[in-house]
């Protein structure tokens, strides 16, 4: 017996709950047989929630064309085919089910699901139907995490063809938690500050100093509250100014109008203030001056994005920020509304040519990519991958259960980080895996900011490793890695290769 | 540009100041009267003799209580200059006009608060009303956006300047520990004995990126006054002259307020490049005629583009004079040998007038060879509307 095992061992001895649910572990499941085959309808909707325009998914002349050689289903859907319907029941001879069962009856109810490593042997092809196995690895003992007490389960499912072939696995944890007995988070953030320190600033914008409003500026405030960024332009040169003056410098004239801005610009200074922290920021604060397209520059906020991802000279594009509620009912002026102007980073034009291992380095980032997570793409990515748990579709049961609104589920995240990276390195980038860890929540109306570099690299072969993430104002929502294979290499032509042999065959057999 | 009428027939007589502390336990007022007394003490005149005072228009001491404190009985010029940290040398200058132009005779120039003790500039503007003056207006671009503090505005050029200019933090280190290594040696600066090291520099936590906490200059507590006369009757009191032998005040096109950023270019400052060109020019001297430089140094990186507008480096190239030592005392051109506000004190750049005073007599603790029979270059406030002088030995 090994020592984590003996260690085991004697916590079980004291721990007979522990006992049981690990009486399963290493027990492989009954075989459960996909109730449809590969499927071009599922693929396409997939494709669709996900805004993933790769061809080689659904069209078939481009697919033909392509590595695959044909239409191909999206990697990441590999452990959507074989899942159960909406009813959702469990089978108990499974023994991930039984140890669920055993959890849910303990008054651990709640689940989130954690990690989600996937390994593709190869793509799968419409018309095969799969079959699984799962084989329970691991039941943890009681941890006290953020969101409350509870035992992470872990297991992994086996992907093969109905004629035995081997095509992938999925190693799959989730946490089963008792809903309420999250960590609240007052006392740990006052913590953080140390005894008698002041309490970390109310982030609510509200709080933010107002501008000062005034006949010059009048014009720029009023275009903000209509989310419209207004440049001072001069009625009689066209001369565009900022910060505005009653009086053109170029060509003298008293008459000044504005110009509404595109919104698009680039970044040309930063400051990232950290201390001292006042009430209506959330610190540390991103800041930078933009030049828009236009020419003049203004300061805003830089949202969507994190610290590390300022880059001057990055492409930027304008939002708004309703900020401050009205002081007074119909005031115009300071004690009005207030809207201020933020830049987000622009989604990068997807790469239509997928790039070459050798013009590649290890280091090379990948571009900044902001997904702009609405109820439809939480609502329709569960549904798409077969997805029936609540908390993803039911906003009320979802805050039932004590989450602030429905939230992203495991699948779509791995659906997003996959188009995120073919989108950056082109259409025929290959998956060999994708591994993902979850982090704080996606809801509608945030905005995940997707960001990656290139880990590793064989310039031989073409393979690649990348690691990205996934940010959202609270934090990480998604890490991950992946392990790629570009052209330019020896593995991109093999894969070629294969499948136009196994294409040839299947012409064959038909 | 010919000279200007006072240059060189216009002195400073006499310095003084309080100690620099963080908590000075007494009215801002009483500052202003010991340092006023000091620097009277130090020229061995009556107070009755002054008829003049120049102060800053964020002064919160005005010109009657001082005058009364002081037992003037009559004043005939009292002016001020705007813009917070860029009015030292524009004080000194309304003074020496004011002296030649026979208004009168001796001139106080006067800075005095309790900037840690009281208000801190350091907190920024998040608690001044949303008026809608036109001054009030500008912060209307920044503020909403959480860029409230002095920090956070420099911050925004030294991101740029990085970018265009290679600069690096290690850079805006080497300032810092520069003027930290000759405070250590001089008593009256609150970090006497306390060098620090660019490691030290680099574990400091940020303030506003990219700037760190030994980025930014001191808030202090203090008080200091410099006497104005004519050379004539400079040379008739108790210390040798420090000649005016230029002075100017300078705002460059588009200027803000700390915060221009809105013309073509953000490296340089045009504002400091106007009184270099005039100081240049009415004094005849460039830049290999100064032994020694107090530049300002609220924050470490603006000391790298003032050298490169006074021509001691071309531009781009102040980090290469810095990272070779030039500014250290054995420098081509060493740079606030008090300490600077990174290391003496925080008095709004008054206290590196009095400085460049003790260089020019000879009398400074980390004295420059050939300063006091050369010539010492003063700068006010970088980023806004400033000034800055030229002192030299009378001979």
């Known amino acids: 017996?090994?020592?984590?095992?003996?260690?085991?061992?004697?916590?079980?001895?004291?721990?007979?709950?522990?006992?049981?649910?690990?009486?399963?572990?290493?027990?492989?499941?009954?075989?459960?047989?996909?109730?449809?085959?590969?499927?071009?309808?599922?693929?396409?909707?997939?494709?669709?929630?996900?805004?993933?325009?790769?061809?080689?998914?659904?069209?078939?002349?481009?697919?033909?064309?392509?590595?695959?050689?044909?239409?191909?289903?999206?990697?990441?859907?590999?452990?959507?085919?074989?899942?159960?319907?909406?009813?959702?029941?469990?089978?108990?001879?499974?023994?991930?089910?039984?140890?669920?069962?055993?959890?849910?009856?303990?008054?651990?109810?709640?689940?989130?699901?954690?990690?989600?490593?996937?390994?593709?042997?190869?793509?799968?092809?419409?018309?095969?139907?799969?079959?699984?196995?799962?084989?329970?690895?691991?039941?943890?003992?009681?941890?006290?995490?953020?969101?409350?007490?509870?035992?992470?389960?872990?297991?992994?499912?086996?992907?093969?063809?109905?004629?035995?072939?081997?095509?992938?696995?999925?190693?799959?944890?989730?946490?089963?938690?008792?809903?309420?007995?999250?960590?609240?988070?007052?006392?740990?953030?006052?913590?953080?500050?140390?005894?008698?320190?002041?309490?970390?600033?109310?982030?609510?914008?509200?709080?933010?100093?107002?501008?000062?409003?005034?006949?010059?500026?009048?014009?720029?405030?009023?275009?903000?509250?209509?989310?419209?960024?207004?440049?001072?332009?001069?009625?009689?040169?066209?001369?565009?100014?900022?910060?505005?003056?009653?009086?053109?410098?170029?060509?003298?004239?008293?008459?000044?109008?504005?110009?509404?801005?595109?919104?698009?610009?680039?970044?040309?200074?930063?400051?990232?203030?950290?201390?001292?922290?006042?009430?209506?920021?959330?610190?540390?604060?991103?800041?930078?001056?933009?030049?828009?397209?236009?020419?003049?520059?203004?300061?805003?906020?830089?949202?969507?994005?994190?610290?590390?991802?300022?880059?001057?000279?990055?492409?930027?594009?304008?939002?708004?920020?309703?900020?401050?509620?009205?002081?007074?009912?119909?005031?115009?002026?300071?004690?009005?509304?207030?809207?201020?102007?933020?830049?987000?980073?622009?989604?990068?034009?997807?790469?239509?040519?997928?790039?070459?291992?050798?013009?590649?380095?290890?280091?090379?980032?990948?571009?900044?990519?902001?997904?702009?997570?609405?109820?439809?793409?939480?609502?329709?990515?569960?549904?798409?991958?077969?997805?029936?748990?609540?908390v993803h579709h039911d906003r009320d049961l979802a805050q039932r259960r004590g989450s602030r609104d429905i939230f992203m589920n495991i699948h779509t995240s791995l659906g997003l980080s996959q188009r995120y990276l073919s989108d950056c390195l082109g259409p025929e980038t290959v998956f060999r895996d994708i591994r993902v860890r979850l982090g704080v929540p996606n809801h509608p109306g945030d905005t995940m900011t997707m960001s990656g570099a290139i880990t590793a690299l064989d310039r031989a072969t073409g393979e690649i490793s990348v690691s990205f993430r996934g940010t959202n104002e609270t934090g990480d929502h998604v890490t991950g890695t992946a392990a790629l294979v570009l052209p330019g290499g020896s593995e991109h032509d093999a894969i070629r290769a294969a499948s136009a042999a196994a294409h040839a065959e299947r012409e064959a057999r038909s | 540009m010919t000279a200007h009428a006072y240059a060189g027939r216009t002195a400073i007589a006499g310095i003084g100041a309080t100690e620099f502390t963080k908590f000075s336990g007494r009215s801002e007022l009483q500052l202003a009267l010991e340092a006023c007394v000091a620097a009277l003490d130090d020229a061995g005149l009556e107070p009755k003799r002054v008829s003049g005072l120049t102060t800053f228009t964020m002064e919160s001491n005005p010109e009657n209580e001082v005058m009364r404190g002081l037992g003037i009985t009559e004043l005939t010029h009292f002016s001020r200059v705007h813009h917070g940290g860029g009015a030292p040398a524009g004080i000194v200058q309304l003074a020496a006009m004011a002296v030649n132009e026979g208004v009168s005779d001796y001139v106080l120039c006067y800075r005095a608060f309790n900037e840690r003790s009281g208000r801190r500039f350091g907190s920024g503007v998040q608690d001044q009303p949303a008026g809608a003056s036109a001054e009030q207006a500008q912060f209307s671009w920044t503020s909403p956006y959480g860029l409230l503090t002095p920090a956070s505005w420099i911050a925004m050029f030294a991101s740029r300047m990085m970018h265009e200019h290679g600069v690096t933090s290690e850079d805006f280190g080497r300032v810092a520990v520069t003027c930290r290594a000759h405070a250590a040696t001089n008593p009256k600066a609150h970090f006497y004995n306390r060098p620090i090291t660019l490691d030290d520099h680099q574990s400091s936590r940020f303030i506003c990126e990219p700037l760190r906490l030994l980025d930014c200059c001191q808030e202090s507590d203090g008080g200091q006054a410099i006497l104005v006369t004519s050379l004539e009757r400079a040379r008739d009191l108790r210390q040798p002259p420090g000649v005016i032998a230029a002075a100017a005040q300078g705002m460059g096109d588009d200027q803000q307020m700390m915060r221009s950023w809105f013309r073509e270019s953000l490296m340089g400052l045009p504002e400091m490049a106007v009184c270099a060109r005039q100081l240049w020019e009415t004094s005849g001297l460039g830049p290999n005629d100064i032994a020694t430089a107090v530049l300002y140094d609220h924050f470490s990186p603006f000391v790298l583009p003032q050298l490169e507008e006074f021509g001691f480096c071309a531009p781009g190239e102040a980090k290469d004079f810095i990272r070779s030592g030039e500014i250290a005392l054995d420098g081509r051109l060493p740079v606030n040998t008090h300490g600077g506000q990174l290391g003496e004190a925080y008095i709004h750049g008054m206290n590196g007038i009095a400085e460049a005073v003790r260089q020019v007599r000879g009398t400074a603790v980390n004295q420059v060879a050939g300063a006091d029979s050369g010539h010492v270059l003063v700068t006010g406030g970088t980023g806004v509307p400033t000034s800055a002088l030229i002192l030299s030995n009378d001979r």
């Open chain 1, 1 to 390: 017996m090994s020592e984590p095992e003996a260690s085991t061992a004697m916590r079980n001895a004291d721990d007979p709950f522990l006992a049981r649910l690990q009486e399963a572990v290493g027990r492989p499941g009954p075989v459960n047989v996909a109730r449809d085959p590969v499927n071009q309808p599922m693929i396409r909707h997939w494709a669709d929630i996900i805004d993933d325009a790769n061809p080689c998914y659904v069209d078939p002349d481009a697919a033909a064309l392509s590595v695959h050689g044909g239409i191909v289903a999206p990697p990441t859907m590999l452990d959507v085919w074989d899942k159960a319907g909406v009813q959702m029941r469990r089978d108990g001879a499974s023994p991930v089910g039984a140890v669920i069962d055993v959890l849910d009856a303990a008054g651990f109810t709640s689940t989130l699901a954690t990690n989600s490593d996937l390994e593709m042997t190869r793509y799968l092809r419409p018309g095969e139907v799969l079959e699984s196995v799962a084989r329970l690895e691991s039941v943890s003992p009681e941890k006290h995490t953020a969101i409350g007490r509870g035992h992470f389960v872990t297991w992994r499912t086996d992907y093969a063809t109905v004629e035995g072939e081997h095509v992938g696995s999925v190693l799959f944890r989730m946490l089963k938690f008792a809903p309420g007995t999250g960590r609240v988070d007052g006392p740990s953030a006052a913590g953080a500050h140390g005894a008698g320190a002041a309490p970390p600033p109310d982030p609510d914008p509200s709080r933010r100093p107002r501008p000062a409003i005034n006949a010059d500026n009048q014009f720029f405030w009023d275009g903000a509250r209509a989310h419209e960024l207004r440049i001072q332009e001069c009625n009689a040169c066209g001369a565009l100014h900022f910060p505005p003056s009653p009086r053109c410098r170029d060509c003298g004239s008293f008459s000044m109008g504005f110009r509404v801005a595109s919104g698009r610009g680039t970044l040309y200074a930063w400051a990232v203030p950290h201390h001292p922290q006042v009430n209506g920021f959330r610190y540390p604060v991103l800041t930078g001056l933009v030049e828009l397209e236009e020419g003049t520059r203004l300061v805003a906020n830089l949202v969507a994005m994190a610290r590390e991802h300022i880059r001057i000279g990055m492409p930027l594009e304008l939002c708004w920020l309703d900020s401050h509620p009205a002081l007074e009912p119909g005031a115009i002026d300071s004690r009005g509304p207030i809207t201020l102007p933020q830049f987000r980073p622009v989604r990068p034009a997807r790469c239509e040519s997928t790039r070459s291992v050798t013009e590649l380095e290890v280091g090379d980032e990948l571009a900044l990519c902001p997904i702009p997570v609405s109820a439809t793409l939480i609502v329709g990515g569960a549904l798409m991958t077969r997805d029936y748990f609540d």
